[in-house]
């Protein structure tokens, strides 16, 4: 079998998307940074550099799942556009 390299787009602001759309989703529901931090078991500071860096700082796909969690969205919801959702 012959492989041959395949060419797909891959959304460079992915991070950026994921930051915003858990500040979205955090104010929908109506709960703080704090709050949140607590829920997903993670430092209220890592929440605040998580939203506020918008996508400089990442999380595991542990923490994103918790977050969605918590949230109540399907997980495919936070790589999607925060302003076309």
């Known amino acids: ?9 891959f959304d460079k602001d992915y991070m950026e998307k ?5 500040k979205k ?3 929908e529901a109506g ?3 704090e709050q949140l931090a607590l829920d997903v078991e993670r430092s209220y ?4 550099r998580l939203e506020f860096k ?4 990442g999380c595991s796909i542990e923490t ?12 495919d919801n936070f790589f999607k556009d925060p302003d076309k959702n």
């Open 1 to 9: 079998m012959t492989a041959f390299k395949r060419k797909f787009k």
């Open 18 to 22: 994921i930051s915003a759309n858990i």
């Open 25 to 27: 989703y955090r104010k």
């Open 31 to 33: 709960i703080t940074q």
């Open 45 to 48: 500071d890592f929440m605040r």
């Open 54 to 57: 918008k996508g400089k700082v």
């Open 64 to 75: 994103l799942y918790r977050i969605a969690v918590v949230l109540g969205q399907p997980i």
